[in-house]
């Protein structure tokens, strides 16, 4: 099987196994897990914050935040496709009791303006704005960068409105490397910043997310409340070390093996790309060769190719490193022949 389904179905690579072989382990509940407390750090030293917390998973890490910024009633103000509204089971309204306010962006990038506007005025009538959440790459935009410029206006009006920002940076070591803009600059322009291990840096499990001292002690306290305090962390930190430590620069054969998918299917009458394939993302449309995307994904699996359908005509696949160009030369000419 060709997975192009996420980029969250890597194998963990010989080096991470046998790191995960190595860790010296502590009970990181008593703060005593010495390999967790390094990935912890190079997280934050990596990312320009004060303090990072491991988490097991990109969404609890998003519900982390969220919990730790707002207060039951509030509102926060999202991209209306974002992966905190769309795919993470109105969690934010089921836990921290909050409601969405969406925006709808371009290619995921939403009008500072518009922003703007959404902020609550102080009126017994309304919930307060409590925090506004961006997105980079834009997973459902199609692993779309949003710009630095973009978020530094967001982050300029927020913090005139005394507002918090948080990042969901799933994918934020993607946006890095395609776009020569270092991690640490897009972190500036927000106050916390979630971002995932197990995705295309290729861990088996982990997110981390980072911030100041203070938001991470909190943090750290809703992680043990949602059954997120973790034991022999160390076990499960050492890939995430090797990850971010030699996985990061290899995101661009990734992002060459989407565009060269891209570029291919292009090729193929009836097929369509529907987004500028700035990482590792692309998505197709198969409206003109007559197939939905369920049926285009069952064919597909019948030559050995997966993908995710996104829509009703249209269909995801995700470069990872556990694909080759050889692999993605095949899919072109699967594709091609099925249609
Ligand atoms: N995205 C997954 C699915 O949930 C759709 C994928 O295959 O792309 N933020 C963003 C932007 C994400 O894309 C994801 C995962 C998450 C958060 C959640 O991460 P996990 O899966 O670790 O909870």
Same mark, same amino acid.
């Given at each position: 099987?060709?997975?192009?389904?996420?980029?969250?179905?890597?194998?963990?690579?010989?080096?991470?196994? &046998?790191?995960?072989?190595?860790?010296?382990?502590?009970?990181?509940?008593?703060?005593?897990?010495?390999?967790? &407390?390094?990935?912890?750090? @190079? /997280?934050?030293?990596?990312?320009?914050?004060?303090?990072?917390?491991?988490?097991?998973?990109?969404?609890?890490?998003? &519900?982390? !935040?969220?919990? %730790?910024?707002? =207060?039951?009633?509030?509102?926060?103000? @999202?991209?209306?496709?974002?992966?905190?509204?769309?795919?993470?089971?109105?969690?934010?309204?089921?836990? /921290?009791?909050? =409601?969405?306010? %969406?925006?709808?962006?371009?290619?995921?990038?939403?009008?500072?303006?518009?922003?703007?506007? /959404?902020?609550?005025?102080?009126?017994?009538?309304?919930?307060?704005?409590?925090?506004?959440?961006?997105?980079?790459?834009?997973?459902?935009?199609?692993?779309?960068?949003?710009?630095?410029?973009?978020?530094?206006?967001?982050?300029?009006?927020? =913090?005139?409105?005394?507002?918090?920002?948080?990042?969901?940076?799933?994918?934020?070591?993607?946006?890095?490397? !395609?776009?020569?803009?270092? *991690?640490?600059?897009?972190?500036?322009?927000?106050?916390?910043?979630?971002?995932?291990?197990?995705?295309?840096?290729?861990? $088996?499990?982990?997110?981390?997310?980072?911030?100041?001292?203070?938001?991470?002690?909190? /943090?750290?306290?809703?992680?043990?409340?949602?059954?997120?305090?973790?034991?022999?962390?160390?076990?499960?930190?050492?890939?995430?070390?090797?990850?971010?430590?030699?996985?990061?620069?290899?995101?661009?054969?990734?992002?060459?093996?989407? !565009?060269?998918?891209?570029?291919?299917?292009?090729?193929?009458?009836?097929?369509?790309?529907?987004?500028?394939?700035?990482?590792?993302?692309?998505?197709?449309?198969?409206?003109?060769?007559? @197939?939905?995307?369920?049926?285009?994904?069952?064919?597909?699996?019948?030559?050995? *190719?997966?993908?995710? $359908?996104?829509?009703?005509?249209?269909?995801?696949?995700?470069?990872?490193?556990?694909?080759?160009?050889?692999?993605?030369?095949?899919?072109? =000419?699967?594709?091609?022949?099925?249609?």
């Amino acid at each position: 099987m060709i997975d192009l389904r996420s980029d969250t179905v890597t194998k963990p690579t010989p080096e991470m196994r &046998q790191a995960a072989f190595d860790a010296v382990v502590g009970d990181d509940v008593y703060n005593e897990d010495p390999t967790l &407390q390094e990935l912890e750090n @190079l /997280a934050a030293a990596k990312l320009g914050k004060e303090a990072a917390l491991f988490v097991p998973s990109g969404t609890q890490g998003n &519900q982390i !935040a969220v919990l %730790t910024h707002c =207060q039951l009633g509030q509102e926060i103000i @999202l991209e209306a496709e974002s992966h905190i509204f769309y795919y993470e089971g109105a969690s934010i309204s089921a836990f /921290a009791g909050v =409601q969405p306010r %969406t925006i709808s962006g371009t290619r995921g990038v939403m009008d500072p303006a518009l922003v703007k506007a /959404a902020i609550r005025d102080d009126d017994i009538h309304m919930p307060e704005t409590g925090l506004i959440c961006l997105e980079n790459t834009h997973n459902r935009a199609g692993g779309a960068i949003v710009p630095l410029e973009n978020m530094k206006e967001i982050y300029r009006i927020a =913090q005139g409105n005394n507002i918090p920002v948080h990042l969901d940076g799933a994918r934020l070591f993607n946006a890095a490397v !395609a776009s020569g803009v270092d *991690v640490k600059t897009y972190a500036a322009e927000t106050d916390t910043v979630q971002f995932c291990l197990s995705k295309g840096l290729g861990a $088996p499990v982990g997110s981390i997310i980072a911030g100041s001292e203070e938001f991470i002690k909190k /943090a750290r306290k809703w992680r043990k409340r949602l059954g997120g305090g973790l034991r022999q962390a160390g076990i499960i930190a050492a890939p995430g070390l090797v990850a971010l430590s030699s996985m990061v620069d290899r995101l661009k054969e990734d992002h060459k093996n989407a !565009a060269f998918l891209a570029l291919g299917l292009m090729e193929i009458n009836g097929i369509s790309i529907e987004n500028n394939v700035d990482t590792n993302i692309v998505l197709v449309n198969t409206k003109e060769a007559g @197939l939905n995307s369920k049926e285009f994904l069952n064919k597909l699996k019948a030559e050995g *190719v997966l993908g995710v $359908p996104f829509g009703p005509e249209t269909t995801r696949f995700t470069t990872h490193f556990d694909v080759t160009r050889e692999d993605i030369k095949n899919v072109i =000419q699967k594709v091609s022949k099925l249609i």
